[in-house]
């Protein structure tokens, strides 16, 4: 903790453009933390090498979500943006930790099993390690914190259950993390398909609506967003999953909690104006974002730099949590 503050961190990989679920699930709400926490931003450039990569593209990726950071409102004046690749540190405790963690744990993992189950025997060992990385991403700085959408919490358990295990082990060391979830935007859901999350690897591009998409390229995907049989505007995620994401959706946009968002539009008799509306609160939303974002993707001098600084202060901190680890784990350090 510096400056009194609790420390939040949380990342997410450079593996593609931002959508309106990293936005809601996370920027969104890591920017409203800012001036209460000491904030680290971090971009999770080692996970993304967990699935099969174009150096080249990873490369430009992590850079342009670096402006997709800084767009949304992550001002770097009032946190630190940081690659997980350049700070020395979070591999070598999850080596730590990784040998701490029992296999069966890491297996169970639903991320581990989803994709295992499509890759078969050819499932990279990084993958059923992935959970142990996000542990030493967030044990490293000691988080009090971690902001995170839903598919996450899962990570969030086992990052906990490791810490507990060193302290165990060793004595006292790490503090014990917290998820920070939100009600709303915590799930976003694909558009077309809204029992499946969006994502950005949805091959039905359709379903997902990018933070650089133009403001006609977000109305068309929102008017012809999948909805329910029926004309009421109910949020009842089982038999209605299209309007249920559609409200959750502008509940998140508008700040308000579901029930005022259901309550603003009950008296609509079709589905065709609440779509509108919730297209044109995300017009709204992502417009200036977008155009931030155009603005500062070209300077790769100031992105670098926003990455040098954060680099050094990660890097300083990162150093007395190794010395620590490694003392009590018996390395000699003289
Ligand atoms: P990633 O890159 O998949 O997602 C980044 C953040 O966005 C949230 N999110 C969503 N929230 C709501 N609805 C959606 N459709 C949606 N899609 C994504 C995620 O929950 C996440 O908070 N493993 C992490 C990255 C990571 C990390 C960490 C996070 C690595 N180490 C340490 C926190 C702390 C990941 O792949 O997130």
């Not at 989803?114 to 490293?140: H, N, T």
């Not at 950005?200 to 909805?227: G, L, M, P």
Request: glycine share 6%.
């Amino acid at each position: 903790m510096l400056s009194g503050k609790k420390v939040i961190l949380t990342g997410m990989q450079p593996t593609g453009k931002l959508h309106l679920g990293s936005l809601l699930g996370a920027t969104n709400n890591w920017r409203r933390m800012l001036d209460g926490y000491d904030c680290l931003f971090f971009l999770a450039d080692q996970h993304a090498i967990t699935m099969p990569h174009i150096p080249a593209e990873l490369r430009k990726n992590t850079v342009d979500c670096v402006a997709q950071y800084i767009a949304c409102g992550l001002d770097p004046e009032r946190c630190k943006i940081f690659l997980q690749s350049q700070v020395i540190g979070h591999t070598e405790l999850m080596w730590v930790l990784g040998c701490l963690t029992p296999i069966g744990q890491l297996e169970r993992m639903t991320q581990f099993k989803d994709k295992s189950k499509k890759a078969g025997e050819s499932v990279c060992s990084g993958l059923l390690f992935y959970p142990v990385l996000m542990a030493a991403d967030i044990l490293l700085y000691n988080a009090d914190l971690v902001p995170i959408g839903e598919d996450q919490k899962q990570h969030l358990e086992i990052t906990r259950d490791i810490a507990q295990k060193f302290n165990n082990t060793f004595s006292e060391t790490f503090v014990l993390p917290e998820p920070y979830v939100r009600q709303t935007g915590a799930r976003v859901m694909s558009l077309q398909n809204p029992v499946t999350k969006m994502s950005k690897s949805d091959k039905n591009q359709n379903s997902v609506v990018y933070i650089t998409d133009t403001d006609d390229v977000i109305r068309k995907k929102f008017t012809s967003a999948v909805t329910d049989s029926g004309n009421k505007i109910e949020f009842d995620e089982e038999e209605k999953p299209g309007i249920s994401n559609l409200l959750n959706i502008f509940a998140a946009m508008a700040e308000v909690a579901i029930e005022e968002a259901v309550e603003q539009f009950s008296s609509l008799a079709s589905y065709v104006p609440f779509k509108q509306t919730v297209a044109d609160t995300a017009i709204a939303k992502i417009a200036p974002i977008r155009e931030k974002y155009n603005e500062i993707v070209r300077d790769k001098e100031y992105l670098l730099s926003v990455l040098h600084a954060g680099k050094e202060d990660a890097q300083r901190r990162a150093n007395k949590t190794i010395a620590k680890v490694y003392r009590k784990t018996g390395f000699v350090m003289e």
